[in-house]
């Protein structure tokens, strides 16, 4: 460390057990509404929540609810066997839905694979949502249509294809030839988990965003685990800080406050839109849940730190200031759950029945016209799938 | 009609999961996603939501049980239809046996054993008021916990393979066109397409093709046997070159006369095939799994001691000479048996046997002397052997080398060892590091006995020398027991006197 202090020391032998939500060096993020609902004045921050309508205030609300009901089916279909793979946001919807608000739908978004509120918020349906993780599709949405990138399961890459993006629309006005379809003040907005910054590629990202100026906002969710490896084992130190190592501005955000989230992304994005240069957001979150369906978090993390996080839950505490502050009453709130019950059991219905994936169509995407290499391997793959024993039929869980 | 809810993948590639705790009953209620039962994968404890609402009718599998995925695990009667009748409940009961996978086979199961009687014991069962079918009952205890894995570890269950009833040829690149001779197997029948896929990636195959060289043919020289570009260059110019200097026929050339061609002309170093597959059994077998298993778990640690036996070597020709030695083999392991005995006398913690939280002592030492044999390496025991004299010992030496050699060691008599021999100079070696047999913690190596220069009182004089060495189990034994064991055996065999008491 260069200012001489020895470096706290956090062995990781020691890690479980251990509270994971005090970071070393700790930096206070960002909050307006306080766990228990009360709304704090800030004088950088307050004012973009005095502009939002009552209405905007509900939608917030939706889309959080939507994403809870939606993740709570998602789950359970993957326990009937209905989905290969699920990847809760349980407790990720305030960071979710707080930033994509901020933003405008015309900037594009480089999701990681759990950005389920972002996606619902930019109009991706459910049923699209799940293809993927039903593998009945390589991708269930036009990321073009909805200005939202395909799902990224390989760690960090999502950050470089933003960064190549955000040089594209440098380059484009540079040139003065924004296309048609492309907004003139467009910002990109690269998500990414905490884990997922100690890959090399999050590092070259920012390094080329910070060099050519790039209008990329860095949003990293800190659910403090990296399936079971906790936040502070890959960073002694807050992650906001690494922004200014590449040399540019980073905040850190409540992740369990909407408002806040909101907030701090509509002024990074704006500054962004202004000409800065790049901006990181660390939002402090919590994955309430498992990393994926294929994880069990009781074998790394305890119960206390579970149910410390479950008191600071971002939909009970934006809700409990909703209704205080008269913003929504609890018609409102029984309406959005029967909407969504329904919504739930529509999304069961369309995944029940999505088709697999047809083979044919995935040689036949390779090349835009007939090749030969590719229609010798594609009567291979169907001669080998032939060559197997018929099997019983399956006894389908869905009667 | 009854809808059944089939154990699903809950995981990423598992096969298999323990059914923990049920968390409804028969005739409960219950809605879509209601969590009817919790069970445990070599991942995590899950809990499992039901994609049925209604009434619930069985409960297939008991608490404890481990089924494979895919297996029926409860069955949903929609509300308001009443549970299965007498009629069409002995072959609801029957699917499951008929799912083979779901069933493990069971030790009492008799071959003729149709379905039908299954279906009929199941149904019997069922009369009775019984909640599991005939699957469950019979299905072995589950194994013993999975470690549990942190998270998404790796998957512990082994893949499950689709049987195939045909192979497919590796042709997986388009050569119309080319103007090259593609390979054909020898013997026909291509191997086993994944075995090919594995040994040599895609861009390698391609090459292979290219070059008109049978990748499967080939002897991978990368990592895990892995076949390089450079194998398949390598034999591609080898082709070439045969072919040029006429070693080898062209495909399909005429074979010139009937004269069998010699190992040297096939490029092979002796008649016979080019590779052969030998089938592991028996003494290579059990050999393979017992030095893995030792030198895998036991941290080795071997110590040397070079010796002047000479007058161990003179008591030898005395011996041989006595009458009442007539007929047994008097050999220098005799002496270092002898010795072995009185060291571990002075030794206990060498004759033990190492258990993680406890080691046991031997206060008795049963003696194994490594042997080869025409069918591999046996270890034949000598029991009780401190009970022995000098005399009883050549004796008891002399048959098990006989009943070694010529197979008749019986496995009681392999069994029990506490300290072994191995006499790597009969090989004309002088030393090596042998690998615990399991249970031991002493192994002795003997070397071979040769005429070397010695120092004996500030001359040079020629004397008879070995090495004695030996591994030991490093757990419980450290280097300075193990030096003072092996010097102890040492001064005896350069001392034989001190043999007597």
Redesign the interface.
């Known amino acids: 460390m260069s200012d001489g202090r020895p470096a706290r020391r956090a062995s990781i032998s020691g890690a479980v057990g251990e509270d994971h939500t005090v970071q070393p060096e700790e930096v206070q993020p960002v909050q307006l509404l306080t766990p228990e609902g009360k709304l704090a004045e800030n004088e950088v921050y307050s004012p973009f929540i005095a502009e939002l309508s009552a209405e905007k205030l509900r939608e917030l609300y939706r889309y959080m609810a939507m994403e809870r009901r939606l993740d709570a089916e998602a789950t359970s279909l993957q326990r009937q066997g209905q989905l290969a793979l699920w990847a809760p946001a349980l407790g990720q919807e305030a960071a979710q839905v707080g930033t994509i608000a901020a933003i405008k739908s015309s900037d594009m978004v480089f999701p990681t694979y759990r950005e389920h509120a972002m996606a619902l918020y930019r109009g991706i349906s459910p049923e699209e949502l799940l293809t993927m993780f039903r593998a009945t599709r390589h991708t269930g949405w036009d990321p073009r249509e909805h200005n939202f990138h395909v799902y990224t399961l390989v760690l960090a890459s999502q950050t470089l294809h933003a960064a190549g993006w955000a040089m594209g629309i440098k380059q484009d006005r540079r040139t003065d030839s924004v296309p048609r379809d492309r907004a003139e003040d467009e910002i990109v907005v690269a998500c990414i988990g905490d884990g997922a910054t100690s890959q090399g590629d999050a590092h070259e990202s920012m390094v080329f965003a910070a060099s050519y100026e790039l209008p990329l906002l860095y949003f990293i969710q800190n659910n403090h685990w990296a399936i079971s490896v906790p936040t502070r084992t890959q960073s002694r130190g807050p992650l906001v800080n690494r922004a200014k190592g590449y040399g540019f501005e980073g905040v850190r955000v409540d992740g369990n406050d909407v408002l806040a989230s909101y907030a701090v992304a509509s002024k990074l994005s704006g500054d962004i839109r202004a000409g800065s240069g790049p901006k990181l957001i660390e939002s402090v979150t919590y994955r309430m849940g498992a990393h994926t369906t294929a994880d069990d978090p009781t074998k790394y993390r305890s119960s206390e730190e579970e149910e410390l996080w479950k008191g600071r839950d971002p939909i009970a505490r934006y809700r409990s200031w909703l209704s205080s502050a008269g913003h929504a009453d609890e018609g409102f709130f029984a309406e959005v759950d029967a909407e969504y019950k329904d919504l739930a059991a529509d999304m069961r219905k369309s995944v029940l029945a999505l088709e697999p994936i047809d083979l044919d169509r995935v040689f036949d995407t390779v090349y835009s016209e007939p090749h030969r290499q590719v229609e010798t391997e594609k009567a291979w793959l169907k001669d080998y799938e032939a060559g197997f024993a018929e099997e019983q039929t399956e006894a389908g869980t869905a009667g | 009609m009854a ?4 154990l ?5 590639g598992l096969t298999e999961a323990e059914v923990v705790t049920w968390r409804t009953t028969v005739g409960a209620t219950v809605e ?2 209601d969590i009817v039962v919790e069970i445990e994968t070599a ?10 609402a209604g009434v619930v009718t069985e409960l297939l599998a008991a608490e404890g049980e481990t089924l494979e995925v ?1 297996a ?1 695990l409860i069955r949903i009667a929609a509300e308001g239809e009443a549970t299965p009748d007498a009629g069409s409940a002995p072959e609801a009961a029957a ?1 499951p046996a ?3 996978p779901a069933e493990p086979p069971a030790a009492e199961e008799k071959p003729g054993r149709s379905r039908s009687a299954r279906a009929k014991k199941s149904a019997a069962q069922k009369r009775e008021g019984a909640e599991r079918d005939a699957a469950a009952r019979e299905a072995p205890e589950s194994p013993a916990q999975n470690e ?5 570890g790796p998957k512990a269950d082994s893949a499950v393979r ?7 040829s590796p ?4 050569l ?1 066109g080319l103007d090259i001779a593609s390979p054909a197997p020898a013997g026909g029948g291509y191997p086993d ?1 994944a075995d090919i896929v594995a040994r040599a990636s895609p861009p390698v195959r391609a090459l292979a093709k290219r070059l008109g060289v049978a990748v499967w043919e080939l002897v991978g020289s990368g990592r895990n046997g892995q076949i390089t570009r450079d194998d398949v260059e390598r034999q591609a110019r080898q082709k070439l070159e045969q072919r040029a200097s006429g070693q080898v026929p062209a495909p399909g050339a005429p074979a010139p006369g009937r004269r069998k061609t010699t190992p040297e002309e096939a490029g092979l170093l002796y008649d016979g095939p080019r590779e052969e597959n030998i089938q592991v059994r028996g003494v290579r077998k059990a050999t393979a799994r017992n030095v893995t298993a030792s030198a895998t778990t036991v941290p080795h640690v071997s110590v040397f001691k070079e010796v002047d036996v000479t007058r161990t070597m003179e008591l030898r020709q005395a011996l041989k000479n006595d009458p009442s030695y007539a007929g047994l083999s008097v050999s220098p392991m005799l002496f270092a048996a002898k010795a072995i005995i009185w060291a571990a006398r002075r030794n206990p913690q060498v004759n033990a046997t190492w258990h993680d939280t406890h080691y046991t002592l031997r206060n008795y030492l049963n003696l194994g002397i490594a042997a080869a044999t025409p069918r591999g390496l046996v270890v034949p025991v000598i029991h009780e052997a401190h009970a022995f004299n000098t005399r009883g010992l050549a004796a008891a030496l002399t048959q098990l080398t006989i009943d070694a050699r010529e197979g008749r060691t019986t496995p009681g008599e392999m069994q029990g060892g506490t300290v072994s021999i191995t006499n790597i100079g009969s090989l004309g070696l002088d030393s090596g590091t042998p690998i615990l047999p399991p249970g031991q913690a002493s192994i002795v190596a003997l070397g071979a006995v040769r005429k070397k220069p010695w120092v004996v009182e500030g001359q040079i004089v020629p004397r008879d020398v070995m090495v004695i060495g030996g591994s030991f189990d490093h757990r419980l034994i450290d280097g300075d027991l193990a030096g003072r064991f092996i010097s102890d055996v040492a001064a005896v065999m350069e001392q034989p006197g001190l043999l007597i008491d």
Not at chain 2, 3 to 6: A, M, R
Not at chain 2, 148 to 152: D, P, R
Not at chain 2, 171 to 174: C, F, H, P, S
């Open positions: 809808e059944t809810f089939n699903p993948d809950v995981g990423e879509v996603n991942k995590s404890l899950v809990e499992l939501p039901v994609p049925f895919g029926p699917e008929a799912q083979e549990a894995l942190v998270g998404s689709r049987t195939r009833t045909r192979s497919t042709d997986l690149v388009d119309e397409i």
